[in-house]
């Protein structure tokens, strides 16, 4: 299948920064969609940012000024810069990609990476 996998989560202390990348791969052909959630202890999975293959952009509203979302098309990555970090932010950061079309299998399907812990200290 697909794989996905994240990387640049750590401790930062608050009003740092820290820069995520995501990349998939697995024969693909093209990725719709792809961004970024979060889920903090005790709380449900959230939506960060997601980002289409034509460079659309959305945001939460409690990260809209302070984070910003990109993606490399030709490398199925993205990024997700993260600005002037609070410790609200501090969760574990889930990747995922959207209408991903493989010469492994048929049809379109979505994936989850593992996810990658981000704790910002007061």
């Known amino acids: 299948q697909v794989q996905i996998v994240e990387s640049g989560g750590g401790l930062v202390q608050a009003g740092g920064s820290l820069n995520l990348s995501c990349v998939a791969s697995?024969?693909?052909?093209?990725?719709?969609?792809m961004g970024w959630s979060r889920q903090a202890p005790g709380k449900e999975r959230e939506l960060v940012a997601v980002?289409?293959?034509?460079?659309?952009?959305k945001y939460a509203d409690s990260v809209k000024g302070r984070f910003t979302v990109s993606r490399d098309n030709a490398k199925n990555t993205v990024y997700l810069q993260m600005d002037s970090l609070k410790p609200e932010d501090t969760a574990v950061y889930y990747c995922?990609?959207?209408?991903?079309?493989?010469?492994?299998?048929?049809?379109?399907?979505?994936?989850w990476g593992q996810g990658t812990q981000v704790t910002v200290s007061s």
């Open positions: 995922n990609a959207e209408g991903v079309k493989s010469l492994r299998y048929v049809g379109f399907a979505t994936f």
């Open positions: 980002i289409s293959s034509g460079g659309t952009t």
């Open positions: 697995g024969n693909i052909v093209s990725i719709n969609a």
